[in-house]
């Protein structure tokens, strides 16, 4: 028998997979089975959803595209765990989420972050250097794709 926290996980995987069609499988079978998503791999997952990378596009490519896009601050390498900060900062910068008045004045992981919870699309521990999932990686972004109506 099947718990709750099973059928969950089984439904966001289905939803997620189902609004981010033109990803790479391979990216979107890592980040559902990393318990600690990777920069590399969230990084292609969120650029991709917003063309700026090619939906083949390596780990590598996407972190190296944030570097040149100066997306981040100082972006950790491919291979190291990504936060939940950085994950809103780069969904809301490649998405073109507009912040309320301190993201504005201060756009880093911290407002970002604050931002989408305040928005209702980050639910329990909103910390913003709390290290996420794969799983929720999807889930944000594709939550943010369907409030903007481009899930």
Known sequence: MRTTG????????????ATLPA???DTIDRLQGEKQALFGDAAALILSAAGLVPDDATPEEAAAAVSEQKLLGKPPLPDQPVTLGQVCLL????????????YRLFPSPRY????????????GNTHPSR????????????AVLDRLGKG
């Not at 290290?131 to 594709?142: R, Y």
């Open 131 to 142: 290290v996420i999932s794969g799983e929720e990686v999807m889930w944000l972004l594709a």
């Open 23 to 25: 990803q790479s499988n």
């Open 6 to 17: 099973t059928w969950i996980v089984a439904f966001l995987s289905v939803v997620c997979s």
């Open 91 to 102: 969904i809301m910068q490649t998405q073109g989420v507009s912040g309320g008045l301190f």
């Open 112 to 123: 970002a972050a604050r931002e989408l919870a305040a928005q209702g699309l980050i639910k």
